[in-house]
């Protein structure tokens, strides 16, 4: 069977798909993925803009949502539940997040505590509040962390602190949510080319040995497809991740601080 008729009939096996923050970006990669799949699913995004170029056969919902304001989570999920089918397993991909780069707190108190909204309360939050649904359905949560989630990372260290805690959230969640028929998936990009790489401030990713957005969507579908609770994607990724994860946390630390402080500094910052 070739691996993309497995993720094919893997996202047909969902009666629903809820994708946050698939206007752009990797959401935007799965989005297509999803697609391409023909599945019958009744599919949302969860987000502030229309994705563009959505097919037409698509079985497809935009519904407008701030994920950093709680009254607008609250909100689109009782939306969800009006519009959504009543039967068949839930797939929810919590992918929306955003970073920043710079000294602690830059770029400023209000947008690092945005960050800690949108990258671990949302996505904390629309599981939480759809749980039950789940739990009655079966189906699968994944969510999207990054390979910054495996060290302490001076200069972005709210960012990779949220995706700390999105990680071990997911994995303990899988261990926990099985008997449910529910699995949880914890997706982990290095470097992408995206809107959210602009807003930390990289000028090229696929510069620092990262993946386009497609490519990162790629793998990570293939591994939720095979259920994997932990999915790093790019092989020099998955060997960072393994290394990162062995070192004393002290000396991670340093160690990225001074790769951040070279490869952004001297080669990856925009020029005015």
């Known amino acids: 069977m070739s691996k993309n008729k497995t993720v094919d009939e893997f996202f047909r096996s969902f009666s629903v798909v809820i994708i946050s923050g698939a206007s752009s970006g990797i959401g935007r990669a799965i989005l297509s993925r999803v697609s391409h799949s023909e599945t019958k699913a009744a599919v949302f995004n969860l987000s502030r803009t229309i994705p563009e170029g959505v097919p037409n056969y698509l079985n497809f919902t935009h519904l407008t949502c701030d994920l950093s304001q709680p009254a ?70 994944a969510t999207v962390a990054s390979l910054a989630g495996f060290q302490p990372t001076p200069l972005m260290t709210t960012y990779a602190a949220t995706k700390s805690f999105m990680l071990d959230w997911s994995v303990a969640l899988d261990a926990e949510a099985k008997r449910h028929g529910i699995r949880c998936v914890a997706i982990c990009p290095g470097p992408v080319s995206t809107n959210f790489s602009k807003a930390a401030g990289f000028a090229s990713p696929t510069g620092l040995g990262g993946q386009t957005s497609e490519e990162c969507a790629d793998e990570a579908v293939r591994g939720m497809a095979a259920h994997r609770p932990v999915v790093v994607t790019g092989w020099k990724h998955k060997i960072l991740a393994v290394f990162s994860a062995r070192l004393p946390k002290p000396w991670a630390a340093a160690i990225g601080l001074r790769m951040i402080q070279r490869l952004r500094l001297d080669r990856f910052v925009k020029k005015a």
Do not use: Q
């Open 72 to 141: 607008d989570i609250a909100s689109v999920v009782c939306e969800l539940r009006k519009l959504m089918p009543r039967e068949g397993r839930m797939l929810l991909i919590n992918n929306s997040g955003f970073g920043a780069y710079g000294e602690f707190p830059a770029p400023g108190v209000d947008h690092t505590l945005k960050m800690i909204d949108v990258n671990v309360r949302a996505p904390v939050e629309l599981t939480g509040r759809l749980w039950d649904e789940l739990k009655a359905r079966g189906g699968m949560v």
